[in-house]
């Protein structure tokens, strides 16, 4: 039962890193920015929100693959 659980939280982390971290932050932070560029508004807002979403959602992501796959290797080890 704990090797389940802990593959279970192997295939969270990365699940979590892919969606979370590469389509969710990564794209959607690239998207933001060419949007603002493409708008030719240049509001420093959106394209600093999109500039957060691209640096700080990732890295933020990948932290939370990386405490996931800890989680899940240390009870598979139980």
């Given at each position: 039962m704990k090797l389940l659980l802990g593959f279970l939280?192997?295939?969270?982390?990365?699940?979590?890193?892919?969606y979370l971290g590469i389509w969710l932050c990564f794209i959607g932070g690239i998207m933001d920015i060419i949007e603002v560029i493409k708008a030719n508004t240049y509001v420093g807002e959106d394209f600093a929100v999109g500039l957060l979403k691209l640096i700080g959602g990732?890295?933020?992501?990948?932290?939370?693959?990386?405490?996931?796959?800890?989680?899940?290797?240390?009870?598979?080890?139980?």
């Amino acid at each position: 039962m704990k090797l389940l659980l802990g593959f279970l939280f192997l295939v969270a982390a990365v699940a979590a890193f892919f969606y979370l971290g590469i389509w969710l932050c990564f794209i959607g932070g690239i998207m933001d920015i060419i949007e603002v560029i493409k708008a030719n508004t240049y509001v420093g807002e959106d394209f600093a929100v999109g500039l957060l979403k691209l640096i700080g959602g990732t890295l933020g992501s990948f932290i939370l693959t990386v405490m996931l796959a800890k989680v899940g290797l240390a009870v598979m080890k139980e």
